[in-house]
Nanobody, 123 residues
Framework: QVQLVESGGGLVQAGGSLRISCAAS????????MGWFRQAPGKQREFVAA????????YYGDSVKGRFTISRDNAKNTVYLQMNSLKPEDTAVYYC????????????????WGQGTQVTVSS
C-alpha cells in the first residue's frame, strides 16, 4: 500500500506560479507511475499530468500543456507539479495518485490517492 500526502497549495494571483508536492510512503514508489488530477467545485475530476516510473517520460492534459511541468525525485519519494501562468480556471483541489498503468488518463486506473491540496487563483 502507498500513502500520499500533498502540500504546497494556496492562493495565487492570475499569471503567477506555484509548485505543489506529493510525498509518498513505502519503498515501492519507483515502481509506480505518478499522476496529478484536479477537481473544481461542481465539476468532474480532470486529468492534469503523469510521469513515468523513471521520470523520463511525461504527458499532460490539454488545458495545462505548456504551462505545467510534472517531475519526480525517486530518492525523496516525491512528485512535483510546477504550475506557471496560472489562470482562475485552474482553481481546484489537486490530487496526486499512483498507477501501474502509465499512459492512462482515467482515474479508474489509479490505485492510491492523496487527500488533495487546494489551489486558488484570483483574477
Amino acid at each position: 500500500q502507498v500513502q500520499l500526502v500533498e502540500s504546497g497549495g494556496g492562493l495565487v494571483q492570475a499569471g503567477g506560479s506555484l509548485r505543489i508536492s506529493c510525498a509518498a510512503s513505502g519503498r515501492t514508489f519507483s515502481s509506480y507511475a505518478m499522476g496529478w488530477f484536479r477537481q473544481a467545485p461542481g465539476k468532474q475530476r480532470e486529468f492534469v499530468a503523469a510521469v513515468s516510473r523513471s521520470g523520463g517520460s511525461r504527458y499532460y492534459g490539454d488545458s495545462v500543456k505548456g504551462r505545467f511541468t510534472i517531475s519526480r525525485d525517486n530518492a525523496k519519494n516525491t512528485v512535483y507539479l510546477q504550475m506557471n501562468s496560472l489562470k482562475p480556471e485552474d482553481t481546484a483541489v489537486y490530487y496526486c495518485a499512483v498507477t501501474l498503468d502509465y499512459g492512462s488518463r482515467s482515474e479508474t486506473h489509479y490505485d492510491y490517492w492523496g487527500q488533495g491540496t487546494q489551489v486558488t487563483v484570483s483574477s
